[in-house]
């Protein structure tokens, strides 16, 4: 079974330069999750899909932040402008429906913004 | 709100001892709790759950985790630690209906030889 994919897996960018993650869940799983890890911190969700429709994006800085997840499977996430603080590692994951469902995380993109 | 703590940044341990990784955790009704590996430069990966039933849960690669409602804890065990069991452990915990999964900051595990 194919895991989550996610690319780039780096990415180097200026400070108010724009920049886009892409991920591809696993199969038959609906509900699709962002997150951000920055360095010495546990995973912050930063929204989650169900199917093509957002479930939570309340920790989502809707100034700079977008996402999207067309025909309810691959989503994209952009940061424009991009900030400092926003280095971090953008983990993507996907479940089966439900919170009792365990998560599969793709490998991230590490993200350094200058 | 949810909240879930790990009060130990790292935990020292030698190979063939047993380990265990603390969590306790905040959630409204009932909780729904996870333990995930994390190996440097991948993503998390997923060891078990508990969901109701039985108070002692087991998960990959010979973990086990016990669950305590009264002290609301989570404690990560395994009777045998290995080298290669060296990684952060995340602790994370979720709610029924649509809750968002709240993670812990982590606790780094290192197994000496």
């Known amino acids: 079974e194919a895991g989550v994919a996610q690319s780039p897996r780096y990415k180097i960018i200026e400070k108010r330069q724009s920049v886009a993650f892409w991920c591809n869940p696993i199969?038959?799983?609906?509900?699709l999750y962002w997150y951000q890890q920055i360095l010495g911190q546990g995973p912050k969700l930063l929204i989650q899909?169900?199917?093509?429709?957002?479930?939570?994006d309340s920790q989502l800085p809707k100034d700079r932040f977008s996402a999207e997840r067309l025909k309810g499977v691959d989503s994209t996430l952009k940061i424009q402008p991009a900030k400092l603080e926003d280095s971090a590692v953008y983990l993507c994951?996907?479940?089966?429906?439900?919170?009792?469902?365990?998560?599969?995380f793709g490998p991230g993109t590490r993200l350094t913004v200058t | 709100a949810q909240s879930v703590a790990q009060p130990e940044d790292q935990v020292n341990v030698a190979e063939g001892n047993p380990l265990t990784v603390k969590c306790t955790y905040s959630?409204?009704?009932?909780?729904?709790l996870f333990w995930y590996v994390q190996y440097p430069n991948r993503g998390l990966q997923f060891l078990l759950k508990?969901?109701?039933?039985?108070?002692l849960v087991k998960g990959s690669y010979g973990f086990e985790a016990e669950f305590n409602k009264s002290q609301t804890s989570f404690l990560l065990k395994k009777p045998s630690a290995l080298v290669s069991d060296s990684a952060l452990y995340f602790c994370?915990?979720?709610?029924?209906?649509?809750?968002?999964?709240?993670f812990g900051t982590g606790t780094r595990l290192l197994v000496s030889p």
């Open positions: 508990y969901i109701t039933g039985d108070n």
């Open positions: 994951a996907s479940s089966f429906s439900g919170p009792s469902y365990e998560q599969y």
């Open positions: 994370a915990a979720g709610g029924t209906g649509f809750q968002k999964l709240v």
């Open positions: 959630v409204s009704g009932n909780p729904y």
């Open positions: 899909f169900q199917n093509n429709g957002v479930v939570d």
């Open positions: 199969s038959g799983h609906a509900t």
